[in-house]
């Protein structure tokens, strides 16, 4: 008789049947919010549409795993399935009692949620997020060191422009490029954030500066060949956030950084 295989083997063979590579998220939500009639459903479809989320997740499940067996001597699939909210309520606990980052204790219940069910360990109250705590690229980081603005002059016109990430970026193609009728220019992204595609308006007196540089060139080429890996496009993100935000709010400051994040960009970033 063959060895039974391990809780881990199990583990990742759920996590295969979840993925949807290539598929689209937007497209399977509105699915579900026909099929339940409800046209402002919003919860998640259950699947995982990036090899990013799929790496992220795995690792946050696999130590749950881990910390299952060595603590609760927890062996079988069954096992783990029968008591999760049990273990997972536990789990995220003694997260908050390390003083874990809100951020990464929403991470793990999102992939735990995932894996369980979406009410796994409803009783358990997370600390919330507040923007003081993003610490990312608020100030010069080490990435910083190995990147040489004076060499990337149209990759840092770019994200200033359009506020895409830096994946976004790779993969956008010269033909997705738009010069629209009204004279504004639109860039079209196939594979966003969960895989959802959208349409991100160049900031206005940008447009001319994106055109120029897609200018001559075939419809089907990557619009930059190669992206500078210690490229900070968060930075660059945030301030055409920012922009964006002045042109639309004229007279408005910009919120200082202070308070929660609202409940509605809290549940999306969940999901």
């Known amino acids: ?43 998640s479809t259950g699947m995982i549409y990036s090899h990013t989320t799929r790496k992220v997740y795995q690792q946050h499940i696999l130590a749950f795993a881990n910390w299952a067996m060595a603590n609760y001597q927890v062996k079988r699939p069954e096992e783990l399935d029968t008591h999760a909210d049990e273990l997972v309520s536990r789990y995220l606990q003694e997260g908050i009692e390390q003083e874990k980052s809100p951020y990464t204790l929403q991470t793990v219940r999102s992939a735990l949620r995932l894996y369980f069910g979406w009410k796994v360990a409803e009783s358990v109250i997370l600390p919330k997020r507040k923007r003081t705590d993003i610490k990312r690229s608020r100030v010069s980081v080490k990435q910083d060191d190995h990147f040489q603005p004076q060499h990337w002059p149209a990759h ?42 959208r349409n991100v308006p160049v900031l206005a007196g940008y447009e001319q500066d994106i055109l120029a540089i897609i200018e001559g060139r075939a419809p089907h080429e990557h619009v930059f060949e190669h992206m500078p890996k210690n490229m900070d496009v968060q930075s660059y993100r945030r301030a055409s956030a920012q922009a964006r935000y002045r042109q639309h709010a004229p007279g408005r400051t910009l919120p200082d950084g202070q308070g929660s994040l609202s409940l509605a960009i809290m549940m999306r970033r969940r999901r």
Do not use: C
Not at 172 to 181: F, G, L, N, Y
Not at 182 to 190: E, L, Q, S
């Open 1 to 43: 008789m063959g060895r039974y295989p391990g809780l881990i083997y199990f583990v990742l063979k759920r996590l295969d049947s979840l993925m949807a590579i290539g598929k689209s998220r937007h497209q399977a939500k509105q699915r579900i919010r026909a099929e339940l009639d409800e046209v402002n459903w919003n919860g």
């Open 156 to 197: 840092i016109l770019f994200a200033q422009a359009t506020g895409l990430r830096f994946a976004e970026m790779r993969d956008v193609h010269v033909d997705e490029i738009i010069a629209q009728p009204d004279g504004r220019v639109i860039v079209h992204v196939r594979n966003g954030k969960g895989g959802k595609a």
